[in-house]
C-alpha cells in the first residue's frame, strides 16, 4: 500500500468543485468517498479515493478530445 494522504473538507470541495451539501448528499447516495473518522469529531478523506472519482466522473463524461 502506498503513502496515504488525508484531505480536509476544504480541499474537497476545491478539487471536486461542489458545495458542501452536495458533497455530503453524494456521500449518502454512495456517489462519493466517504469520509474517514480521525478522532472525536475529526475526520478527511483519502485523496487518491476523491482522485479516482474525478477520473471516473471524466470517464464517464466520454471521450476527451486531444488537443
Known amino acids: 500500500m502506498g503513502e496515504v494522504r488525508f484531505i480536509r473538507l476544504k480541499e474537497v470541495l476545491a ?13 449518502k447516495k454512495g456517489d462519493f468517498p466517504k469520509p474517514v473518522k480521525l478522532q472525536g469529531r475529526s475526520s478527511a478523506w483519502i485523496k487518491s479515493e476523491v ?5 471516473e466522473c471524466i470517464r464517464a463524461s466520454g471521450p476527451v478530445p486531444k488537443p
Open 15 to 27: 478539487k471536486c468543485d461542489k458545495s458542501r451539501s452536495s458533497v455530503y448528499d453524494a456521500v
Open 51 to 55: 482522485e479516482q472519482w474525478a477520473v
